[in-house]
C-alpha cells in the first residue's frame, strides 16, 4: 500500500489508482475466478459496464464487468481487454485496460443458443445507413436503403391499418 512517506506530496491517488493497488497487492487467491490477468473480448456494453466473454477460462461467455480503470463505449464492442477479479470472486471483475492492436476483429462470437438484450426505455442498432429501433412502447423502426424481406412461407404483414407506400 503506499504510505504518506512513499508517495510524491503532490501526487494524489485517484479512485482508479486505489482499486488498481488493491489488486495488484491482493494476497488471496481467488476462489472460483482465474489467478492474475486475463485476456478477453468486449461483447457489449451496457450502461457504461463492458460485457466480457470469459467462457475459455471457465466463467460464462458474457460477464457484466461494473469495475474499470478506462472508460469503454459501444466502439470497444470486439475489442480485447484485460481484466483480473477483485478477492478472488467472479462477480468482482476489474477492467484494468483495452489492448492496443493495429486492427482489431470487430466481431465478437458469444457460444451460446440464445442472446437477450434487454433496455428499459430503448434498443438501437446501427451499421451505416441501417437502424433497427425498438422502444419501450412497442414501437419497431426499420430503416435502410434496401430492407430485404424473405419467407420460405406467407410473409404476412398485420395491423390495425397496413400502409403500403
Not at 485476456?39 to 471457465?58: F, K, L, P, S
Amino acid at each position: 500500500m503506499r504510505t504518506p512517506a512513499s508517495s510524491p506530496a503532490s501526487h494524489r491517488a485517484s479512485p482508479a489508482d486505489d482499486v488498481l493497488e488493491r489488486v495488484l497487492e491482493a494476497d488471496v487467491s481467488p476462489a472460483g475466478a482465474p489467478a492474475g490477468v486475463l485476456i478477453c473480448t468486449i461483447c457489449g456494453v451496457v450502461d457504461g459496464d463492458a460485457i466480457v466473454d470469459v467462457a475459455a477460462y471457465g466463467g460464462t461467455p458474457a460477464l457484466r464487468v461494473q469495475t474499470a480503470l478506462v472508460a469503454i463505449t459501444a466502439e470497444d464492442v470486439g475489442r480485447e481487454a484485460c481484466i483480473t477479479f477483485a478477492r478472488g470472486a467472479w462477480e468482482e471483475a476489474v477492467l484494468l485496460g483495452l489492448i492496443a492492436r493495429p486492427s482489431a476483429a470487430g466481431a465478437c462470437a458469444v457460444p451460446t443458443a440464445r442472446i437477450e438484450l434487454v433496455a428499459e426505455r430503448e434498443l438501437l442498432l446501427k451499421c451505416g445507413a441501417a437502424m433497427l429501433h425498438l422502444t419501450a412502447d412497442g414501437t419497431v423502426r426499420i430503416r435502410g436503403t434496401h430492407i430485404v424481406s424473405h419467407a420460405r412461407g406467407t410473409n404476412r404483414l398485420r395491423g390495425g391499418a397496413v400502409q403500403i407506400n
